[in-house]
């Protein structure tokens, strides 16, 4: 009966997609049973995979688990047309009731088998290094949030995965100082937060990794019964333990009942050598698909709108080219210097842990071609275009610093270069973009947190209007600000007359802000990301030869940075920077904006 039914939802025509602010915004409804259940979250993950981005039906309905790593069993149609998640229900306005959640037996949840063949997949999730500051602040908080907006199936297990000796309370009592629930819906909070926390379980791998993945395995195996299930693991780990993690999961902790994705925290590699090293590692135990490589920074609203904003709007995509635009910059930069010690001197420094990732991604994400759709995998082999087009990076259009230690340390860091700030000239040399300076610039403990990427078009040929602009008629170039930080916005910049009698003219801004149009709680880049993690939507997500692209841009740098010992200039906390960023803007035509 209900193979039948979502035989007919799967030929049937498609349904108008959910608007973004369904997904999340979750709406009470009526209790269902499991039968009906079911056949709604199939129905709704047919409504999804149509509405989100416009995909396909089939691979998002392949998520039954196609992918390897031990994905052996339960490949029948019937099961392929239920490993479904829960969130479709939302849309619906429908909530599972308690007969229909796991019971809890002594701590521990026991997922109902239903040996039944419609039985919704089982989702746990392993945080490993759940002890870590990046573990506790951001991904259990994001987790939550997930679960609270019903986002998370039902049936879900969060499992926390570290070196310390702690029981399942324990870490309960760590993380629950840092879940909170939506400022716009907090009904129910106390009893969603009890109902996650009794789902967070805690395991001690002892102090060998094969033994600790064989007792995270156990417990998964434990909770999830025979019914099929999905595992996610997310690997909150430094870069040098990444394969001491990573190589025994593969061999122990996959399951063989759905699908096993991976995620690795940025940076990718020290070198583009140790990064090559890790990345065939990695694809001898899983596949390309498997493997999520994330960016925070890669989760905000202003990454995911490029698209959106050029694609769909025709009054942008005519000028999106070399023939209108005269230059690009792409401006990240934060305040706080507080982690700069230990993430910088003398470790990784800005360009292996922002540009290398969120800016280059960013650049692709900006001048790609139109993808053949928005299937992850399109947009990634556009983006790796782009990035394989870039010209080799003169050491000359490259300016370094270094912020000024205040500590008293003196002695601690004055044999070190590494840079904590970066501002450089790039081109990309295909027809499209060919002798369009790409200008970025980024840097810990300057004077503002900003992100934003400005555009600046050409002049207006024989501007008919040029006297009244007087001498500078840079202050006066149309610009397109797409900004995240300090608060989100799409400016543009056009030439006004200023009311009144005579003619004088005003650069004015067009502006969409979007705390005035849009009232709603904007999620955290995390829970951005995981969800997408979760639906098997890759695009956000660098793979291995775009990670090999993007080294093979910074490498040469990298390398002559120390083959010439380029000593970094210093700057003042608070301050905008290097003042030969500003010398390198001009040697490019290319003025700066007044902040950082």
Same mark, same amino acid.
């Given at each position: 009966?209900?193979?039948?039914?979502?035989?007919?939802?799967?030929?049937?025509?498609?349904?108008?997609?959910?608007?973004?602010?369904?997904?999340?915004?979750?709406?009470?409804?009526?209790?269902?049973?499991?039968?009906?259940?079911?056949?709604?979250?199939?129905?709704?993950?047919?409504?999804?995979?149509?509405?989100?981005?416009?995909?396909?039906?089939?691979?998002?309905?392949?998520?039954?688990?196609?992918?390897?790593?031990?994905?052996?069993?339960?490949?029948?149609?019937?099961?392929?047309?239920?490993?479904?998640?829960?969130?479709?229900?939302?849309?619906?306005?429908?909530?599972?009731?308690?007969?229909?959640?796991?019971?809890?037996?002594?701590?521990?949840?026991?997922?109902?088998?239903?040996?039944?063949?419609?039985?919704?997949?089982?989702?746990?999730?392993?945080?490993?290094?759940?002890?870590?500051?990046?573990?506790?602040?951001?991904?259990?908080?994001?987790?939550?949030?997930?679960?609270?907006?019903?986002?998370?199936?039902?049936?879900?297990?969060?499992?926390?995965?570290?070196?310390?000796?702690?029981?399942?309370?324990? !870490?309960? +009592?760590?993380? /629950?100082?840092?879940?909170?629930? %939506?400022? @716009? &819906?907090?009904?129910?909070?106390?009893?969603?937060? #009890?109902?996650?926390?009794?789902?967070?379980?805690?395991?001690?791998?002892?102090?060998?990794?094969?033994?600790?993945?064989?007792?995270?395995?156990?417990?998964?195996?434990?909770?999830?019964?025979?019914?099929?299930?999905?595992?996610?693991?997310?690997?909150?780990?430094?870069?040098?333990?990444?394969?001491?993690?990573?190589?025994?999961?593969?061999?122990?902790?996959?399951?063989?009942?759905?699908?096993?994705?991976?995620?690795?925290?940025?940076?990718?590699?020290?070198?583009?050598?140790?990064?090559?090293?890790?990345?065939?590692? !990695?694809? +001898?135990?899983? /596949?390309?698909?498997?493997?999520? %490589?994330? @960016? &925070?920074?890669?989760?905000?609203?202003?990454?995911? #709108?490029?698209?959106?904003?050029?694609?769909?709007?025709?009054?942008?995509?005519?000028?999106?080219?070399?023939?209108?635009?005269?230059?690009?910059?792409?401006?990240?930069?934060?305040?706080?210097?507080?982690?700069?010690?230990?993430?910088?001197?003398?470790?990784?420094?800005?360009?292996?842990?922002?540009?290398?990732?969120?800016?280059?991604?960013?650049?692709?994400?900006?001048?790609?071609?139109?993808?053949?759709?928005?299937?992850?995998?399109?947009?990634?082999?556009?983006?790796?275009?782009?990035?394989?087009?870039?010209?080799?990076?003169?050491?000359?259009?490259?300016?370094?610093?270094?912020?000024?230690?205040?500590?008293?340390?003196?002695?601690?860091?004055?044999?070190?270069?590494?840079?904590?700030?970066?501002?450089?000239?790039?081109?990309?040399?295909?027809?499209?973009?060919?002798?369009?300076?790409?200008?970025?610039?980024?840097?810990?403990?300057?004077?503002?947190?900003?992100?934003?990427?400005?555009?600046?078009?050409?002049?207006?040929?024989?501007?008919?209007?040029?006297?009244?602009?007087?001498?500078?008629?840079?202050?006066?170039?149309?610009?397109?600000?797409?900004?995240?930080?300090?608060?989100?916005?799409?400016?543009?910049?056009?030439?006004?007359?200023?009311?009144?009698?005579?003619?004088?003219?005003?650069?004015?801004?067009?502006?969409?802000?979007?705390?005035?149009?849009?009232?709603?709680?904007?999620?955290?880049?995390?829970?951005?990301?995981?969800?997408?993690?979760?639906?098997?939507?890759?695009?956000?997500?660098?793979?291995?030869?775009?990670?090999?692209?993007?080294?093979?841009?910074?490498?040469?740098?990298?390398?002559?940075?120390?083959?010439?010992?380029?000593?970094?200039?210093?700057?003042?906390?608070?301050?905008?920077?290097?003042?030969?960023?500003?010398?390198?803007?001009?040697?490019?035509?290319?003025?700066?904006?007044?902040?950082?």
């Amino acid at each position: 009966m209900v193979t039948t039914v979502l035989a007919v939802a799967a030929s049937a025509a498609p349904a108008p997609p959910p608007s973004l602010a369904a997904r999340f915004s979750p709406v009470a409804g009526p209790a269902v049973g499991f039968r009906a259940h079911c056949w709604i979250t199939a129905k709704m993950k047919l409504h999804k995979a149509l509405g989100r981005h416009g995909w396909q039906v089939q691979r998002k309905l392949d998520i039954r688990g196609d992918e390897t790593g031990g994905e052996t069993a339960n490949t029948s149609s019937v099961m392929s047309d239920n490993s479904i998640d829960d969130k479709g229900l939302l849309h619906l306005g429908l909530n599972n009731s308690e007969a229909d959640r796991p019971v809890l037996e002594e701590d521990l949840v026991l997922f109902d088998n239903f040996n039944e063949p419609e039985s919704v997949p089982s989702l746990c999730i392993a945080v490993i290094g759940a002890t870590g500051e990046l573990a506790r602040s951001k991904v259990f908080p994001a987790l939550f949030a997930l679960y609270y907006s019903g986002f998370l199936p039902q049936n879900v297990a969060i499992f926390g995965y570290s070196r310390k000796t702690l029981a399942d309370e324990d !870490l309960r +009592s760590m993380i /629950e100082s840092n879940l909170t629930c %939506r400022v @716009d &819906h907090h009904e129910n909070c106390e009893d969603k937060l #009890n109902e996650f926390l009794k789902r967070t379980y805690y395991v001690d791998p002892g102090h060998d990794n094969k033994d600790g993945m064989a007792k995270l395995n156990l417990r998964m195996t434990q909770i999830e019964g025979t019914c099929a299930a999905n595992r996610i693991f997310y690997l909150a780990v430094p870069q040098e333990a990444l394969l001491d993690v990573a190589l025994p999961l593969s061999d122990i902790a996959q399951t063989k009942h759905g699908w096993n994705r991976i995620i690795i925290e940025k940076p990718f590699g020290f070198t583009s050598l140790s990064s090559q090293r890790v990345t065939q590692s !990695l694809l +001898s135990r899983f /596949e390309e698909k498997q493997i999520y %490589r994330i @960016d &925070h920074l890669l989760g905000k609203d202003l990454i995911e #709108n490029l698209t959106v904003l050029r694609f769909s709007n025709l009054v942008f995509e005519p000028l999106w080219s070399r023939k209108y635009i005269r230059n690009v910059q792409v401006v990240f930069s934060e305040e706080t210097s507080t982690e700069t010690q230990g993430r910088y001197f003398g470790n990784y420094g800005i360009i292996r842990d922002i540009v290398h990732s969120h800016i280059l991604q960013t650049i692709a994400l900006f001048a790609m071609e139109p993808p053949v759709s928005l299937d992850g995998e399109d947009i990634r082999d556009e983006k790796v275009k782009v990035l394989r087009s870039i010209r080799k990076v003169d050491i000359d259009d490259v300016v370094l610093g270094q912020l000024k230690n205040t500590c008293g340390k003196v002695d601690q860091y004055t044999k070190s270069m590494t840079p904590t700030y970066l501002a450089a000239a790039m081109y990309i040399d295909n027809a499209r973009w060919d002798g369009v300076p790409f200008l970025i610039k980024t840097g810990m403990g300057l004077m503002e947190n900003r992100a934003e990427i400005r555009i600046q078009f050409h002049h207006v040929p024989g501007n008919i209007y040029r006297e009244r602009f007087g001498h500078d008629i840079d202050l006066d170039t149309n610009e397109l600000v797409l900004r995240d930080l300090p608060e989100e916005a799409i400016l543009l910049k056009v030439n006004n007359k200023v009311p009144g009698l005579g003619l004088q003219l005003d650069a004015s801004e067009l502006n969409l802000l979007y705390r005035d149009r849009y009232d709603v709680e904007v999620p955290d880049s995390y829970e951005h990301l995981l969800l997408d993690v979760l639906d098997g939507d890759s695009h956000l997500f660098m793979r291995s030869d775009e990670l090999a692209a993007a080294w093979s841009v910074l490498a040469p740098i990298l390398h002559e940075i120390d083959q010439k010992r380029v000593a970094p200039e210093l700057y003042e906390a608070g301050d905008k920077g290097p003042i030969n960023a500003y010398y390198l803007a001009a040697k490019h035509g290319v003025r700066w904006d007044d902040g950082c």
